[in-house]
C-alpha cells in the first residue's frame, strides 16, 4: 500500500521506507540523518517535478498539473513498478510540502490510482 506523506512528518505504523519524491535534499540535514529525521529512506528525484515546472506551480496550478502529468509519461515504467509493488508492500511516497492540495504529491495520488495501486486513504 502506498502512503502519501509530507517529508518530515512522523511515519505511520507500517508505513513502511519512504521515497523523496523531491528534487533536492533537505537544506541543513545531514545524509545519515535524512531516514531518522522522517525524511526519506531513499530518493527518488525521477517523480519530483523540473525546477522550471515548480516555478509555474505558484502561476498557474491548471497548467502545472498538465505539465507534470507531461513529464510523468517519461517514468510510466516507475509509476507502473511502483504501483504494482503497492499490491503487497507497504512504502510511503512524499514531498516537502505544507498542503497537499498545492503539492505534486496530489498528482502523484491520483496517477497511482489510475494505474491500480492500493493507496492509504
Known amino acids: 500500500m502506498i502512503r502519501i506523506v509530507r517529508l518530515g512528518s512522523g511515519r ?5 521506507p519512504r521515497l523523496g519524491t523531491v528534487r533536492r535534499p533537505p537544506r ?7 531516514s531518522k529525521l522522517d525524511y526519506y529512506d531513499v530518493w527518488l528525484p525521477e ?3 523540473t525546477a522550471p515546472l515548480i516555478a509555474r506551480a505558484q502561476q498557474d ?8 502529468r507531461r513529464e510523468m509519461r517519461a ?4 509509476l507502473a513498478l511502483l504501483a504494482r509493488l503497492s499490491q503487497g508492500a507497504n512504502f510511503a511516497v512524499g514531498c ?3 498542503d497537499e ?3 505534486h504529491r496530489s498528482i502523484l495520488r491520483q496517477i497511482f490510482a489510475e494505474h491500480g495501486a492500493r493507496l492509504a486513504k
Open 12 to 16: 505511520a505504523a507500517n508505513e513502511g
Open 28 to 34: 541543513g540535514v545531514r545524509k545519515e540523518d535524512f
Open 47 to 49: 517523480l519530483a517535478p
Open 61 to 68: 496550478w491548471r497548467r502545472f498539473v498538465r505539465a507534470y
Open 75 to 78: 517514468q510510466e515504467h516507475l
Open 96 to 98: 516537502y510540502c505544507e
Open 101 to 103: 492540495r498545492r503539492c
